[in-house]
């Protein structure tokens, strides 16, 4: 009766990775991580990525159960990790680090604002390999608004990233706090943008302190077997966490999929030109202000009002 249940087992884990194959999505089986160029610890015993995945977005194809089930792509144990709101000063870069040692990548879904005021910051994140895609230009709640100026707010957020690092990125759109209208969806279709809801919300928004968000993520992770993952690298307590919450995830055995495009974005050029002015002309190129100005002397301001003594 064992070996017939395990016979069972078998043909059910075949099928269901037959069936994520042959989405719109294809993939690759990467070599057991055994750590990377730059890592701690490269004998190994990292985390890193066990598989790639390739997504066709022509047409708009929507992922993350929390509101499109049409294509899971994952298997049993697969998780994507994915962050909003960034870049942010801190808080992103203690985000990489964390990645960069456990080896593994993620998808960055960056406001437009905060990406052409940290652009440096966006830079380190394409540097690093991760995918990044957009979440608006303002973090505006897209129902609420008029059809055209939710559709600017798309486009502008696209735009900005684009500025921000000088190349496009990935067709990827999350619709701030999840909340989207089939028009909106079916808008990202007509611009091959595919929506990214999410498998479970860690909810680090709400609770800030480390240790719970990673209780959060792991209690939804062991309930639902998998899933695509939504923090925040705004977040200070999930930078925090991070470090920690990953080593849990390859304790327990999860796998991490990285998810890339197949092809770039393609912005629109009367949204650059917007973007690009309302920054007052800022390009890819800019450099942080502490780079280019910096105060070599300065006077307290007892100094500046400080009588000075008659020489006598």
């Known amino acids: 009766m064992r070996v017939l249940g395990n ?3 078998a043909l059910a884990t075949m099928f269901v990775a037959h069936f994520a194959w042959a989405q719109d999505v294809t993939g690759s089986i990467g070599a057991a991580p055994v750590g990377c160029p730059g890592n701690p610890n490269p004998t190994g015993n990292v985390l890193g990525v ?3 995945v390739e997504i066709d977005t022509a047409g708009g194809p929507g992922f993350g159960s929390e509101q499109f089930k049409s294509y899971d792509f994952l298997q049993p144990g697969e998780v994507v990790l994915t962050f909003d709101d960034g870049p942010w000063p801190g808080n992103t870069p203690a985000v990489l680090n964390a990645l960069a040692a456990q080896c593994t990548k993620a998808v960055f879904f960056p406001i437009g604002e905060h990406a052409m005021w940290h652009p440096e910051l966006l830079k380190q994140v394409a540097v690093a390999g991760h995918t990044i895609g957009s979440h608006t230009w303002s973090h505006a709640d897209l129902t609420k608004l ?4 939710a559709q600017e707010e798309i486009e502008k957020g696209f735009s900005a990233v684009h500025l921000a690092l000088g ?4 067709p990827f759109f999350r619709f701030p706090g999840l909340r989207h209208t089939p028009e909106l969806v079916s808008y990202l279709g007509t611009r091959n943008i ?4 999410a498998d479970f919300d860690s909810q680090d928004f709400k609770i800030h302190k480390p240790d719970q968000v990673i ?7 062991k309930k639902n077997g998998k899933g695509i993952i939504l923090m925040h690298d705004f977040q200070h307590g ?7 919450l990953l080593t849990q995830l390859q304790a327990n055995g999860y796998r991490i999929v990285q998810v890339k495009a197949k092809t770039a974005v393609t912005t629109l050029a009367q949204y650059d030109e917007q973007v690009s002015k309302q920054l007052g002309g800022a390009t890819a190129d800019s450099r942080p202000l502490a780079s280019v100005v910096r105060t070599i002397d300065s006077s307290t301001f007892n100094d500046r009002f400080a009588v000075t003594p008659a020489v006598r």
């Open 7 to 9: 016979c069972v087992f």
């Open 215 to 221: 209780a959060s993520v792991m209690m939804k992770l």
């Open 238 to 244: 999930t930078a925090l966490a991070l470090p920690e």
């Open 167 to 170: 190349q496009p990125e990935s």
């Open 194 to 197: 595919s929506a990214f809801s």
């Open 146 to 149: 008029p059809a055209d100026q």
């Open 50 to 52: 066990s598989r790639t």
